[in-house]
């Protein structure tokens, strides 16, 4: 189970920026190093004009509230968001629970502050007609979204052995990104794991949205985050994160103006620790792999 956060502020959004990373060699220079700019990176946004699209108003709020100066420069994936914080040549890191894993074993980067998503958990479904129960799964295909996915992936897959089974032996997985409903409606699967924001997304598109019928429900995912690389000092670590606790009651309404961050509506921002991510690492294990130093997916 996860260990207890705690809660520092209701209802905030997420800080998303990104780092440059053309290369991945070479320390940065002392004039660099103690500039005031804070290089930061997401892992989920490509471009620098969605990332203004997206995070423009945070930026310039949070600038203001921390007296911090943001760069936003695009890394393409969470490969190079990792290669970047290598290099030491991004400051901080926002990105999901499953890519934290990997970014903190490479990288020894730390959490700063999470974000806790209103209802963030993952859903087993089937249809109305559909196997009774979780053990009637056995020897079945079931959808779900992308690899490595938290919540549509992963997530589904400790349900599954929460329940005694086992996801890679008992039964066939196939990874079908946004497509999983439709797998389900044409039968070509028993049934479904996914986010449960995704099953309400569905259920609300459907005419009859009785033809579906949960099996399982997941816990409380552990939340998205924001990660300082390994070596950034302490007073800027302290900085980040006063902001957030001190000021959401700006900052939030500036980061929801990016339509990609409604997921973030009614968050929580919490403490978290690297052990309350073990249980993503259970999570990793339940899909077959124990190599937490490697993106899966890629």
Do not use: W
């Amino acid at each position: 189970m996860m260990s207890v956060r705690g809660t520092i502020v209701g209802a905030v959004g997420m800080l998303t920026v990104t780092a440059a990373v053309a290369a991945c060699s070479g320390a940065p220079s002392e004039e660099h190093a103690q500039s005031p700019t804070l290089r930061l990176a997401v892992t989920d946004l490509q471009g620098l004009e969605e990332l203004q699209r997206e995070f423009g108003a945070f930026k310039d709020e949070f600038e203001q509230q921390s007296g911090l100066d943001v760069d936003f420069f695009a890394v393409n994936d969470r490969t190079a968001a990792a290669a970047a914080l290598q290099a030491d040549r991004v400051d901080v890191v926002f990105t999901g629970p499953a890519e934290y894993v990997v970014l903190h074993e490479r990288t020894g980067a730390e959490p700063i502050v999470a974000i806790e998503r209103d209802g963030y958990r993952s859903c087993i479904y089937t249809t109305r007609d559909g196997p009774a129960d979780l053990d009637a799964l056995r020897g079945t295909k079931i959808a779900m979204s992308d690899v490595g996915s938290t919540s549509g992936h992963l997530g589904p897959s400790q349900i599954l052995v929460d329940a005694g089974l086992d996801p890679v032996a008992d039964m066939e997985v196939l990874t079908v990104g946004d497509t999983v409903h439709q797998a389900l409606k044409r039968g070509d699967v028993a049934s479904v794991g996914i986010g449960c924001h995704d099953y309400e997304e569905f259920m609300a598109t459907e005419d009859d949205p009785a033809q579906f019928r949960m099996l399982a429900e997941g816990p409380v995912l552990p939340p998205d985050l924001l990660m300082a690389r390994e070596d950034l000092d302490e007073a800027t670590v302290e900085t980040i994160r006063t902001t957030f606790v001190d000021h959401f009651d700006t900052l939030l309404p500036a980061m929801l103006e990016g339509k990609d961050n409604a997921k973030y509506d009614n968050a929580t921002l919490v403490t978290v620790t690297d052990g309350d991510y073990d249980v993503v690492r259970s999570m990793y294990q339940a899909v077959g792999v124990n190599d937490f130093s490697e993106f899966i997916g890629s």
